[in-house]
C-alpha cells in the first residue's frame, strides 16, 4: 500500500514523492534484450518456437525490479522524512525533521548527465546518517527537505510561544494517535500525558 493512503498522521502534509531514478532498472532491460536475441536466434534457426517460451524468466525479472522500484518510496512532509520500500515484507525509516542536523547530496559524472544521485541526512537519532539512493532531481529533493526543516523549526518556535492550555487538546490528540499507532507505548504515552499537564 502507497504509504499516502497508509502512513499520513492526523495533520500531517504531503511535500514531496520520489521513486528512484528508472536508471536503476537499465542492467535488467539491457538483460532482457540480451535474452530476447539470443532466444529468437535459437527459436528460428531451429524452428522450435516453444523455446520463446524461456523469454519469460528474463521478463518475469524486469516486471519484479519494476515493482520494487514501485515501492521503494522516499517521501518529504511537514513533520519528516520518510524511506519506505519492500513488495512483500515492507520497512520504513522516518527522520522527523527536527533531528535533521545537515543534509547533503552526490553525482556522478554520469548522475549529473542524467540528473540523478544520492542524498543523505545526518541526523540526532541512533541511526546517525541515511543515504537516499538514485534520487531523481537531488538537489531539487534537498533543497526541499532543507526548506521544510526551516519551515517546521519555526513553526515549532511559534508553538512554544503560544499558552500551553491552548497547545493542550491538540498535542494530546498526537500523542493518543502515536500511541494508537504503536510507535509508543501507553506507559510511555500516560508520562508524556502527566508532562504535559504538569506544566500547566
Known sequence: ????????????KLIALAHQHPVVLSKVV???????????????????????LFYLVPLASLLWE??????????ITDHRVVKQEGVISVSSFDAPLDKINNVFYEQTVLGRILNYGKVGLETASEQGT??????PHP??????????????????GSEMRVPATENLPRLLEELASLR??????????EAKKKTLLNKL
Open 66 to 75: 519494476i515493482l520494487v522500484r514501485q515501492k521503494k518510496e522516499y517521501i
Open 139 to 156: 538537489v531539487k529533493f534537498k533543497n526541499c527537505v532543507v526548506q521544510e526543516r526551516q519551515a517546521y523549526r519555526s513553526s515549532r
Open 180 to 189: 494508537d499507532r504503536k510507535i509508543i507505548t501507553p506507559d510511555e504515552f
Open 30 to 52: 539491457l538483460l532482457n534484450v540480451l535474452a530476447a536475441v539470443i532466444i529468437g536466434i535459437f527459436s528460428f534457426k531451429l524452428a522450435r518456437y516453444w523455446i520463446l
Open 130 to 135: 541515511t543515504i537516499f539512493e538514485f534520487i
Open 1 to 12: 500500500m502507497s504509504f499516502i493512503k497508509n502512513q499520513l498522521l492526523p495533520g500531517e
